[in-house]
T-cell receptor
Framework: QQQVKQSPQSLIVQKGGISIINCAYE??????FPWYQQFPGKGPALLIA?????SEKKEGRFTISFNKSAKQFSLHIMDSQPGDSATYFC???????????FGPGTRLSVLP | ETGVTQSPTHLIKTRGQQVTLRCSSQ?????VSWYQQALGQGPQFIFQ???????GRGNFPPRFSGLQFPNYSSELNVNALELDDSALYLC??????????????FGEGSRLTVL
């Protein structure tokens, strides 16, 4: 019940395309859902986050869509760029900042 | 503003040994969390410290222990190292206020190899 499932495991997108990564959870106590971006040799960095009281949040080219009833959320990267090539992790926290549960990650490659 | 810094960046130990990893929190942050990231996997929560006390713990045995100091820096100690402890250990700091806050700021990690 503490797991966060993430798909796909890897994703290849052409420059300018849309990248979509999906996550699902079971624990209804989760109340904060961030996405992290990690480059090789670096720690994860917060990309965008959402609370369950909204269904969508957009920041620049990045959008989170949240479906509370289905317990699913997704990251959309519009106009994907080669610089977006990284590993993306969805996560969930039951206490708005404590003991995050991370998904297994999606390795995104954006071809020039 | 100084980010989260961790040391050492890489280290190699043998099975049964003990290791101490160190972390300096981002300026102004009062909470530090430690995560273990095995190769090709997402980070796994080890524990969190707030006001120098453990404030939550993941599914890790007692040989994983930690400290938070008055200046909000932190240590992760692992005793009786096992081969499966080989991983990237990530420290993350955050500012917890009334009502909570969500953003974790991660360091670049300490890569531990156990032989």
């Amino acid at each position: 019940q503490q797991q966060v499932k993430q798909s796909p495991q890897s994703l290849i997108v052409q420059k300018g395309g849309i990248s979509i990564i999906n996550c699902a959870y079971e624990n209804t106590a989760f109340d904060y859902f961030p996405w992290y971006q990690q480059f090789p040799g670096k720690g994860p960095a917060l990309l965008i986050a959402i609370r369950p009281d909204v269904s969508e949040k957009k920041e620049g080219r990045f959008t989170i869509s949240f479906n509370k009833s289905a317990k699913q959320f997704s990251l959309h990267i519009m106009d994907s760029q080669p610089g977006d090539s990284a590993t993306y992790f969805c996560a969930a926290s039951p206490n708005y900042g404590q003991n995050f549960v991370f998904g297994p990650g999606t390795r995104l490659s954006v071809l020039p | 503003e100084t980010g989260v810094t961790q040391s050492p960046t890489h280290l190699i130990k043998t099975r049964g040994q003990q290791v101490t990893l160190r972390c300096s929190s981002q300026s102004g942050h009062n909470t530090v969390s430690w995560y273990q990231q095995a190769l090709g996997q997402g980070p796994q929560f080890i524990f969190q410290y707030y006001r120098e006390e453990e404030n939550g713990r993941g599914n890790f045995p007692p040989r994983f222990s930690g400290l938070q100091f008055p200046n909000y820096s932190s240590e992760l100690n692992v005793n009786a190292l096992e081969l499966d402890d080989s991983a990237l250990y990530l420290c993350a700091s955050s500012l917890v206020l009334a009502g909570g806050t969500g953003e974790l700021f991660f360091g670049e990690g300490s890569r531990l190899t156990v032989l």
